[in-house]
């Protein structure tokens, strides 16, 4: 990262290189004059700190909106159904054929579900919810939105998760929202409910989570991100009550087309003398 905000005009990263504070302090008069973020989320790097370098920074929303809400239903329907254990005694070779008790789960159809941040992912996490499964949709956010379909702003988190089969965390990285769920949150989760986290690993207390989880407090969880990504602790995966993937929010050609299209445009705007389009 060093040599690349010194020998480079323009730097294209990605989630996992960490532009800190401490990287750019030791760049006193870096060549490079933007990063052109290879995503939406930039809690990787310093804003900040870039800017007091004399480096934008952009980024790529837009492109991510539908590929990741269509994450948070799949963690939804996964976790509430009981797929990825239901998937996991079938490979084992343990099924020992159908019967009415067999495995039940949450019924996700007409139950009600809790958006911590109402912005574009959260906003279609709503819209799938509300007109695919007929849902009752119950939000948190900074502002009030206004959406073609039912959604009920409530004035803080925990009145948002206090009756909510489901919660999903959809709200942007960084210090400002960093464990923003933790004990509190989880105390004030229904005992059935299923928390999901499609925004960033380090917005989840992930000791909280694991304890909530061990102990019953909630029903179950969807990560699709982890606080200290890669690593994901021993404890998590071996919970049955979790559903578990590698990151996969953006993960589909077409979007990741996508987002590198935006990248380049960025860029190209810089080069030609133009604002990029997606500063941050």
Known sequence: MLLALRDYDIVLPTLGDLFSQEIFKKIETPKCKLLAN??????????????SRGILVSNTPGAVTDATADIALTLMLMTARRAGEGERLLRAGQWQGWHPTQMLGLHMSGKTVAIIGMGRIGEAIARRCHFGFGMQVVYASRSEKQMDFPATQLLSVKEAVAHADFVVAAVPGGATTKHLVGQDLFASMPSHSIFVNISRGDVVDEAALIAALQTGQIGGAGLDVYELEPVVPDALVQLENVTLLPHLGTASLEVRTGMGDIALKNIQDFIEGRSPMNLV
């Open 38 to 51: 290879f995503g939406v989320g930039y809690n990787h790097i310093d804003v900040n700190a870039a800017k």
